[in-house]
């Protein structure tokens, strides 16, 4: 592995030299000098219904107003600070919310071929629409609750640096001290009985906790290309099996589990790239992941996979329709040995079957139910996976009405994800959105098991200011 290590990085500084000796253009343009200060914003009011299955009847798991103030200052040559910051009070998912968050909350300080960066800010890398492997420096919430597609991102500490030794070449290099967790799509599901689970909430700030990425832009005449490496945390933990108790009391025993979402090290090779074809735009990107603790003994841990997405675009008046393929290869892939700890409903008969058995470790046994769950979560159940997704888009009426639908289907799992949405803009900075969530899957698969919460119709109200 290190020796895969020091070939990749050096790939990641060879090619953009040999790229330079190709470059024609001399000199670098710096904007003029200009002071700015900036104050912007919205203020957003929205609702999300859902229905009840238990009886059928509708109900509102979601409202909220909330506000997102920007500020800016800059002199467009020396120096950029930025901050976005945002308040939301309501609910969601029934649940009382009034939060405050820094989204993002940097400073830029400008050279004449580089920049470095500092503070709270979000990087996204990869060049594909709707699924990126190669981007692991932010975290994201994958149960947000808004209209804006965007707030899914959510920001990192961290430091950056990016040089500029040609218009056609950035190098880059991001340091991360913390780690700062993604929000899973199953945070908000009711959990078996006798099972809890405990999420991280807050920054882990323990110095072992550091990551790094590397990355190569190129530039050349009809196609821009990187090269990634990433080395440490990924933001979407995994889940642990931190306690576990048998009650047995009692004729039918009863076991109490608790799970711990925990961090897992990683490194990932990724290559992206970028062209166009007359009207179409073609982009697409490739990623290896090997991570540190893998064995398949260690529940939270996925296995090292191969993620490839090709993607195209095309725009004509006022239609722009986009489609993107994915898959991915399982290495090292074994079946799993036991269902799901969640997905499926606890057979307790069973559990005391196996119990009867001589030698039976039913400990380990949850650890694999818990392993099962992870490589569900992960789409790791089977060793090939293939998805593709389509969105389709157009701008009527001189730019006030934008219909949209969006769907996603992973061929191999059969989860089906819908996203019809309708913007209207009344006025300057004045947006009604009105859509919906459409979740399916078969039984026991990921959005089988977030359906209940997570399909909904939803309208919100924006006035930027």
Known sequence: MIKSFKIFTGLLFFIPILALGQDTTQVLTLPENENKKIIYGFIRGGIYGNIDKSDDKPYISTAFSDMGLKIECKDGLLFKA??????????????????????????????????????????????????????KLSPQNMVSRSPDRED??????????????????????????YFRSSKLI?????????????????????KKMFSYGLKSDIHLKGIDWSLSWFDGYDPMPGTALTGFNLDLSVPIPVPETELTLKPYKLRIMGLDFESSAGKFGIRGEAAWSDPYLFNDTI???????????????????????????????????????????????????????LLLIPGFDITEYVRKQVGAFNRLYNYQLEKQYHSAGLRIEADLVYGKLAPSVFTQYNFTSHDLLIIPELKYKPADGVTITAGAEFYSGRKGSLFDIVDDFMNCVYVGFKVDF
């Open 186 to 206: 199953i945070s908000p599901v009711p959990l078996p009985e006798n099972v809890t689970i405990n999420e991280i909430n807050s920054l882990i700030t323990d």
């Open 299 to 353: 529940e939270y841990v996925p296995f090292p996979e191969i993620e490839w997405v090709a993607g195209i675009d095309w725009a004509s008046g006022v239609w722009r329709i986009t489609g993107e393929y994915s898959g991915k290869s399982v290495l090292d892939f074994k079946s799993a040995d036991a269902d799901p700890v969640i997905g499926t409903e606890p057979d307790y008969a069973r559990l005391a079957e």
């Open 82 to 135: 930025y901050a976005d910051l945002r308040f939301r009070y309501g609910a969601e998912f029934l649940e009382p919310v009034s939060k405050f968050d820094i989204r993002e909350a940097y400073v830029r300080i400008n050279g004449k071929h580089w920049d470095l960066t500092t503070g709270q800010k979000i990087i996204k890398w990869g060049r594909a629409d709707f699924t990126n492997p190669t981007s």
């Open 152 to 177: 899914m991102d959510m920001g990192n500490l961290l430091t950056t640096i990016k040089w500029y030794p040609s218009p056609s070449i950035t190098m880059e290099a991001v340091a991360l001290p």
